[in-house]
């Protein structure tokens, strides 16, 4: 072990009611060179107010194009144990539910191969093992992908198909319309070749919510948002509903009055919701849980383009298919992707989001490629500028 | 040695799953939060399942997570997940066991909190820990922020939820544009180009590609590219297609403040968060400026909103010309947009307010 060094700026974030990431790259720098190296890096980035990180650098698994992300010290002189400090991503079950002896296997192997310093979870979803050398990260995978119980695979990095992650679904949550968790594996698992082989134009992210609360951030950080939803009328429990008011619910000022659509009414006796004029929003499920519950005819909306700013700028998916019913073995779902994804491979420039194509070339010709029919549900409004295109069949030819 | 074997796909979630939520599966009918931090799922069967929900700082050791597994395995017959905020979330389905297992918690100096009207964990990036184009660093704003908030967490005394994210520079891999609060790095500089070695490491047509408001031209006579610098909005693009084009700036690299997004269709629908503070200095270990703006606008918001509204809705009710009004915060130029969809956000009506 080298010398441990001073960190008085890191240590300043020891203090405090929040957990301490530091207090935690402390317990690991006092079993590991590399989280000890990795302290002293920190601090050194505290005071010239920069990452010490090189520029990528290409690492990985046999058979793996993605998964593991190369990364070098800039100062290795300084910090020798950290010259290689490698990122190893490790694709999460459905929803983040542990055993505990998941956990602790994981654990075991990285306090064998790496600085036993992880995120859980990184901002896609998987479990991340951060610091490891060249010459382990095979080792680590092997060990991982072999555990009797619950063996790991890795998840995804580069121009693939990212990890796809899901909310906690029908596992721990009355909202949710579609099995979520069920639906994330299975797709995971279809498109194994895709997540762990970089061969299209950038990445392609999919994110799961059950309901349009949208917990796992779908419409903004996925590529393909899919959100449960029904098409029917919500089911009212009419005595529940005077119970929320009998025990001082204001059902008129945080139910009522919030409705988008204005399409609720309370007359003191009975609550009356104005279906067609529903937009689903989840508002009055959401406050009065006991009472209402979405209709039985469920599903999902499509979103497609949600992505960072990163080239064109933010952008939030986009509904593509307003309702598609969701059970195994999803074929529906799985022809459109694969649609989606071989329009984009074949026209997308390198680091060209599916979102930033479409807007390219233009919805029109993304609907065609698709095999989907235009309706209003996709836009907030029509056009409202005269510049527009007509096929060649639709125009008398000379 | 084991065998190398690939495309197993993830660990199956049914292994993961509690015996009372494999009985319950798809049957929960409803849920109350019993108190912050704490969550009942009641079946149509009647069965109940407690949560108890408590904050991490995401970058934790191996150690931590065998002392949350040791709590699992005593309270939860050895089950736990993660929520997409990066909460550990206890699944137990023994009420009694409840007080006891967050006695334990709090021994191990973790909070119970973040349900209902509070500020949960904040999602964020790597910052400077692991991250080679940040402009500032992740875990330690996020750590003195949620020091500050921290009552907060463990509280459901604000009028709805509050959403904060930080990315530590416009690659955005936290993707905090639609949050209540954002924090992101900014670059403010043109990247400063390293002509002697940039024709061994890059491509230039791609590096010219990656710009977004085409400010790269080749520079043939060199071998090299260069910046039309009054073009250039410091996305950093350029520096991640190529390392010889150094975006990162110390003297220069800043923190901004975004308010008003949402993810959730809840009322209002989805909705990205607009600039309210361009520029606060980078000032490890603690940022004092931005633990200092963040909890302003949260105790502005608090303050004036109704219940049950979030930033977003407050603003749309009071309008943005209000809210800087109310909050003080400088309305200047970088507050007017002049990237692609400038002219969506001007405003074609007689309407507004003084």
């Known amino acids: ?398 | 040695m084991a065998q190398a074997r690939t495309d197993i796909g993830p660990p199956l979630y049914k292994d993961m799953l509690p015996p009372i939520i494999k009985e319950n599966y798809g049957k929960w009918r409803y849920h109350e939060i019993l108190k912050p931090g704490v969550l009942v799922h009641v079946s149509e069967t009647g069965a109940k399942l407690y949560t108890v929900r408590a904050g991490s700082p995401r970058l934790i050791s191996i150690y931590f997570i065998r002392e949350i597994c040791d709590l699992a395995d005593k309270y939860c017959d050895g089950y736990l997940r993660f929520t997409s905020r990066n909460n550990i979330e206890f699944l137990l389905s023994d009420e009694s066991k409840i007080d006891p297992l967050i006695e334990d918690l709090k021994a191990l100096g973790i909070p119970v909190g973040g349900t209902g009207n509070s500020i949960t964990n904040i999602v964020h990036t790597q910052g400077w820990v692991h991250c080679h184009t940040p402009a500032t660093d992740a875990s330690g704003i996020v750590k003195a922020v949620m020091d500050e908030l921290f009552e907060y967490f463990t509280t459901m005394k604000l009028p709805a939820k509050l959403r904060i994210a930080l990315a530590c520079c416009l690659n955005m891999c936290g993707a905090v544009h639609c949050s209540d609060i954002a924090i992101l790095g900014i670059h403010r500089t043109v990247p400063k180009i390293d002509h002697e070695n940039l024709h061994k490491l890059c491509e230039i047509p791609t590096l010219t590609a990656s710009c977004p408001t085409a400010a790269i031209r080749p520079n043939p006579k060199l071998k090299s590219i260069e910046i039309k610098a009054e073009r250039c909005m410091y996305c950093g693009n350029c520096y991640t297609m190529c390392p010889s084009v150094h975006i990162i700036d110390p003297k220069n690299d800043a923190v901004s403040i975004w308010v008003g997004g949402k993810i959730s269709n809840s009322r209002i629908g989805p909705r990205f968060s607009r600039l309210a503070i361009p520029f606060l200095p980078n000032n490890p270990p603690r940022w004092p400026e931005v633990v200092d703006a963040v909890k302003k606008l949260v105790e502005v918001w608090a303050a004036n909103a109704q219940p049950g509204e979030r930033m977003a809705e407050w603003i749309d009710r009071i309008s943005w010309e209000k809210f800087f009004e109310i909050t003080g915060l400088p309305f200047t130029d970088k507050h007017i947009d002049d990237f692609t969809l400038a002219q969506t956000t001007f405003r074609c009506t007689t309407q507004f307010k003084w």
């Not at chain 1, 400090?85 to 998941?102: C, D, E, M, V």
């Not at chain 1, 970089?198 to 919510?209: A, D, E, R, T």
């Not at chain 1, 029904?230 to 005595?239: G, H, S, V």
């Open chain 1, 1 to 398: 072990m080298t010398e441990a060094k001073k960190t008085p700026l890191l240590d300043e974030l020891e203090k405090g009611p929040w957990p301490s990431f530091v207090k935690e790259m402390k317990r690991a720098a006092a079993n590991s060179p590399s989280a000890q190296d990795l302290l002293g890096q920190l601090e050194l980035s505290y005071v010239d107010k920069k990452a010490h990180w090189k520029h990528g650098g290409l690492v990985g698994v046999m058979g793996y194009g993605g998964g593991v992300i190369g990364r070098y010290s800039d100062v290795p002189e300084q910090f020798p144990n950290v010259e290689m400090f490698h990122t190893i991503r490790l694709n999460q079950p459905s929803g983040w539910y542990y055993t505990t002896k998941a956990l602790r296997q994981v654990c075991d192997v990285w306090e064998k191969y790496g600085s036993g310093l992880t995120n859980l979870h990184g901002s896609t979803g998987d479990m991340v093992l951060l610091g490891t050398q060249t010459d382990k990260i095979q080792t680590i995978f092997d060990e991982v992908s072999n555990f009797e119980e619950h063996p790991f695979d890795l998840g995804g990095s580069g121009s693939n198909l990212r990890t796809p992650s899901c909310c906690a679904g029908p596992a721990r949550c009355e909202f949710a319309m579609i099995d979520t968790l069920d639906l994330c594996h299975d797709l995971t698992n279809e498109f194994q070749d895709y997540l762990h082989r970089p061969m299209w134009p950038y990445k392609c992210k999919i994110k799961i919510s059950g309901c349009p609360n949208d917990c796992v951030a779908s419409i903004a950080r996925s590529d393909i948002s899919i959100q449960g939803t029904w098409r029917d009328d919500i089911k009212i429990d009419q005595e529940a509903v005077r119970q929320y008011v009998a025990e001082g619910f204001d059902i008129e000022g945080l139910v009522i009055a919030k409705c988008p659509t204005k399409c609720m009414s309370w007359d003191g006796n009975e609550l009356t919701i104005d279906n067609a004029n529903c937009t689903r929003c989840m508002h009055c499920i959401n406050k009065m849980c006991k009472a209402l519950r979405p209709g039985d005819d469920r599903g999902a909306t499509i979103l497609i383009g949600g992505k960072a700013p990163i080239l064109q700028g933010a952008m939030m998916g986009w509904v593509i298919i307003p309702f598609m019913k969701l059970e195994p073995p999803y074929e529906e779902l799985k022809e459109f992707l694969e649609k989606v994804w071989e329009w984009w491979d074949e026209n997308g420039k390198t680091r060209e989001r599916i979102g930033e194509l479409i807007l390219r070339l233009g919805m029109r010709n993304f609907l065609r490629a698709v095999d989907l029919e235009p309706i209003p549900q996709m836009v907030q409004a029509p056009r409202a500028n005269p510049f527009f295109f007509w096929w060649p069949e639709e125009v008398v030819q000379d």
